[in-house]
């Protein structure tokens, strides 16, 4: 077991499903597992990526490419900051805690990922 932090949303816009051609898929590598989810609403898709790694890198972040022509949103939920950003025309929000990297991108609004990242805090 690498982690017991919490890392999944409890909430998803109104009819999200797993894409019809997608499961979970689990990359197994040294040091870290990493889950992708793709996921479908009315909207279009969405992912959500959460990489695990048995330590806590000292400096690290999966190698995300953000549009730097708009601003970085730092959101926070849980006492940890969330990166709002916007990457290939799709919104999207990443952040670090401890051992785990976490990104959720896609067709979504801004108030979308917000709500998803509030629901992972909730008890």
């Known amino acids: 077991e690498y982690t017991s932090l919490p890392v999944i949303p409890y909430w998803a816009p109104e ?3 797993m894409a019809n051609d997608a499961t979970v898929q689990a990359t197994v590598r040294k040091g870290s597992v990493k889950l992708t989810g793709i996921y479908e609403t ?6 959500i990526r959460i990489q695990v790694h048995s330590e806590t ?6 190698s995300y490419q953000w ?3 708009y ?6 939920a849980g006492r940890i900051n969330h990166d ?4 290939a025309e799709t ?5 670090t805690n401890e051992n785990v990297e976490c990104m959720i991108q896609g067709d979504l609004s801004v108030e979308d ?5 509030d629901s992972i805090y909730e008890e």
């Open 67 to 69: 549009d730097k022509s």
């Open 57 to 62: 890198p000292p400096n690290y972040r999966d």
């Open 113 to 117: 990922l917000e709500t998803m990242v």
């Open 71 to 76: 601003a970085t949103i730092t959101y926070v």
């Open 42 to 47: 009315n909207k279009g898709r969405f992912i």
């Open 15 to 17: 009819g999200t499903v």
């Open 84 to 87: 709002i950003v916007h990457n």
């Open 91 to 95: 919104a999207a929000v990443a952040w």
